[in-house]
């Protein structure tokens, strides 16, 4: 038998040979596995930008994209894959690459959970996997990682509890940042044994009392908290034990108790975000020791008590020269505003203090602030006049001082703030006019001048706002004259309120021009006359107010069809006739008719008066129509049909071989009631042109129907097979968003020559063309916003992806551009002109329609075609694909295809690929910065513009197998509406609560955007 010795050398030599022989193995196969691994984790990607295409056999894996090794073993140390737009799931096979120090992941589409295989690599150091959708609990295994620096997994959907044991494994770690998830539970109070520099858990569902061992981290720097449900006190010595703090933000949790004046010892801090708590008492802080101190934040809170010196620290801050936010909106701070607020530092963006019990005067010195965006103190004590210095902050873009006890005039110097979005002035003492040069704040989106002893007409300047859409305010003051016709300019404007003034004069014609409003409040003036029935183009209308009026006639009965009107109030006028029994008027509760002595008939719950019986003359009246129309009609009929077949025998053979029986699908209509529509086709009436013909706008019948005719020009070749196509295309197909075919137009003209037309509903608000580039010739800047881009690209990608996935057989449409999106009063997008069409019919017997169908010579239009289309290609669906990614581009960057910059090989699809993703904010329409000009605004808008002009070049691809499908465009574009317009209603909340300051790497949750849009699916 061998002896302990012996088998201890015989181990060594087994072991020692054992490594030998591996290492030989190492240096022929260095990092096969790596290689295996990383084929493992694409084959569960989903690349549409084609990232991992290099990851193939043809190079070494470490001139793989994203891919990084260790100049030693050649093992992979990195995988670099962020911001790529990739989705799918992470493999576990992460965890055979067993080098790796550095993941990143953040901000593309991964879902599934977190693999728990990444436990297996000890060396790593930072792992990131940020604005991604991965979901599932964080995986325990995560603690074996001991190397960890950094663990970034904000804004995912992970769930469950923070693991108690990574407070004893991850002692390394500098970098906590899981906020904007579902976590839930207590923090553990093993954290407080790291020594970490960040921790961010921020916008979860996490409770209780934060462990004191946090407050003890001295080597922390950031610590948000906020949107949580942390309850307790701040410890009164937390400036003390947190000497490196930079950042503290605990708002919106149930925080109580004072603020510590210990922060004062705080010498780096920079924000202090404490708002939507319930801390009471005085502000104590002497934030004259913080040179680097920029945002404080303690709105909604209990603070104050309403006593002269509640504002000293107002006073102390103005020693911050890098302050740029002051938030103490809603608390109970008194005492007169200092005036020292004029000397707070020139960088100052933000001033709210509204809500509290604030008195004193506005300091002229305040003109001093000269980058202010926002100053808001209403609902507060202040008195005095509104000085014109405030004219001087050039880049304001909202004041509100409503709810004060402001006197004087409106200071006329306002309309040099051009960047103002939001003016509130209301419930004050303000008098004398409205200043005309209000008109000069082209931006304004929101007007409120309520409430106060303002004289005069309204300036016409003001209804040329165009970008007045949330809502013009002018009421209960004593303003007189007329409603001036220019009010029909605010066809955006949602909400218009001019009651309790002395206006006169007959309700303007031109009000049917505001098709978005959705209130109108006009009661308590002196209006005469009858409703107009153009109001009847108000389809939005949800609350009408014409009480304590002059107004006579009959109630019209459009009103009865305005099918969103939930309030209607025609109290105290002089109205007769009979009341509408439908809509509105079948609920008692829903309508008011007081005080009008002449009204009779309406529902039975209104017990109005029977109306009169109807005269016998009528009688016989009637009977005549009943008798004598259909002779008449018979006649007519005869005789029309003699002619059309008289005319058909002149046609060409030719023509009349491409004919088909149109009335076997659409209801017909005459040339003389067209012609009468459109006052014989007047060129007033002309709305645009094209090749195949011309589109004129009219009002079809007794009902009053808004249509658009489209005559075709049948002199010009392959008119008549884009008539046949649209009316193919159209009747076999039925979508929100595509262009809806009333009626059409197979007849002759007076002269006696053959006249084909397309009848569509009208859409009010026009085409994208002109709201992108004015083609209209219009003076007005239409500019939409970007969440108004959004939804038209959103409705676009529905109506295509419908025609293309929910088709049988699938449509191409073929000149997908601008011109063809059209627009209807609530500024819904319907895709038009199918002229160009075709059926992709499976089965090589099924042709015939698709001959018929497909599109004629040049197929689309120069800058929107497909460049496959110039080598002959047949059209196809991801022809339609790239003519929209074109377009999307287009809408983000307001540059056409065919501009003058794009020459010499450089394209719109170059142009904006370049620019990614460093570069993209040179690219898009400066209009859709301008209203996110702070910070933390504007990296969220920036960051939704780079995903949507990533979308663009993905669709505009020049080969065809590149480009993205239809349904992944949709939800990729609805995911970042969703992300944007939950981020930017969060931030409006935040501002109505307490400034939402600019924090790193901070999120929010996703809400949706409350608008009703399509899914895709037919309906």
Known sequence: MLNSISITCLATFIFSFSLLLHSQSFSAHTNETDRLALLAIKSQLHDPLGVTNSWNNSINLCQWAGVTCGHRHQR???????????????????????????????????????????????????????????????????????????FVAYRNNLVGEIPENIGYSWLKLEKLAIGANHLTGTLPASIGNLSMIYLHVGENQFSGIVPPSIYNMSSLEKILLDVNRFTGNLPLDIGVTLPNLRVFAIGDNYFSGSIPESFSNASNLEILDLPINHFTGKVSINFGRLKNFSSLALGRNNLGNGVANDLDFVTMLANCSKLKVLAFEGNRFGGVLPHSIANLSTMMTNILMGHNQISGTIPSGIGNLVNLNLLAIDYSQLTGNIPHEISQLKSLQ??????????????????????????????????????????????????????????????????????????????????????????????????????????????????????????????????????????????????????????????????ENLS????????????????????????????????NGKLCGGSNELHLPSCPSKRSRKSTVLLLIKVGIPMIVSCLILSTCFIIVYARRRRSKQESSISVPMEQYFPMVSYSELSKATNEFSSSNMIGQGGFGSVYKGVLGENGTFIAVKILNLMQKGALKSFVAECEVLRNTRHRNLIKIITVCC????????????????????????????????????????????????????????????????????????????????????????????????????????????SIGIKGTVGYVPPEYG??????????????????LEMITRRRPTNCMFQGGLTLYEFCKMALPEKVMETVDPSLLLAWSDGRRRVKVEECLVTVIRIGVACSMESPIERMEMRDVLAKLCAARQTLVGRLRWVLAINQKGFNVDLDQFSVPHVDDGRSRGNGKAY
């Open 76 to 150: 992979v140390t990195e995988l670099d894959l962020r911001d790529q737009n990739i989705g799918g799931s992470l493999s576990p096979y992460v965890g055979n690459l067993s080098f790796l120090r550095y993941i990143n992941l953040a901000t593309n589409n991964f879902h599934g959970e977190i693999p728990k295989e990444i436990g297996l690599l000890f060396r790593l150091e930072t792992l990131i996997l940020a604005n991604n959708s991965f979901s599932g609990k964080i995986p325990t295994n995560l603690s074996s990682c001991s190397n960890l620096l950094s």
């Open 398 to 559: 909202l004041i509100n001082l409503g709810a004060n006890f402001l006197q004087g005039n409106i200071p006329s110097s306002l309309g040099n703030l051009t960047l103002l979005t939001d003016l509130a002035l209301e419930s004050n003492h303000l008098q004398g006019n409205i200043p005309p040069s209000l008109g000069n704040c082209k931006n304004l989106i929101s007007l409120t001048l309520s409430d106060n002893k303002l004289i005069g007409a309204v300036p016409q300047q003001i209804l040329t706002i165009t970008t007045l859409s949330r809502f013009l305010d002018l009421g209960n003051n004593r303003l007189s004259g007329s409603l001036p016709l220019e009010v029909g300019n605010l066809k955006n404007l949602v909400a218009l309120y001019i009651s309790g003034n002395q206006f006169s004069g007959e309700i303007p014609d031109t009000l049917s021009g505001c098709t978005g409003l959705e209130i109108f409040h006009m009661q308590g003036n002196s209006f005469r006359g009858s409703i107009p029935l153009s109001l009847r183009s108000l389809k939005s209308i949800k609350e009408l107010d014409l009480s304590c009026n002059n107004l006579s006639g009959q109630i019209p009965e459009f009103l």
């Open 564 to 595: 969103f009107l939930e309030y209607l109030n025609l109290s105290y006028n002089h109205f007769d006739g009979e009341v509408p029994t439908k809509g509105v008027f079948s609920n008692k509760t829903r309508v008011q008719l007081t005080g």
């Open 747 to 854: 007849s002759i003209d007076f002269k006696g020559v053959d006249f084909k037309a397309l009848v569509y509903e009208y859409m009010q608000n026009g085409s994208l063309e002109e709201w992108l580039h004015q083609s209209n010739g219009q003076p007005e800047v239409c500019n939409l916003s970007l969440v108004q881009r959004l939804n038209i690209a959103i409705d676009v990608a529905s109506a295509i992806e419908y025609l293309h996935h929910h088709c049988q057989p699938p449509i191409v449409h073929g000149d997908l551009k601008p011109s063809n999106v059209l627009l209807d009063h609530d500024m819904v997008a319907h895709v038009s002109d199918f002229g160009l069409a075709r059926f992709l019919f499976a089965r090589p017997f099924d042709t015939s329609m698709e001959t018929q169908s497909s």
């Open 871 to 888: 080598m002959g290609s047949e059209a196809s669906v991801t022809g339609d694909v790239y003519s929209f990614g074109v377009m999307l």
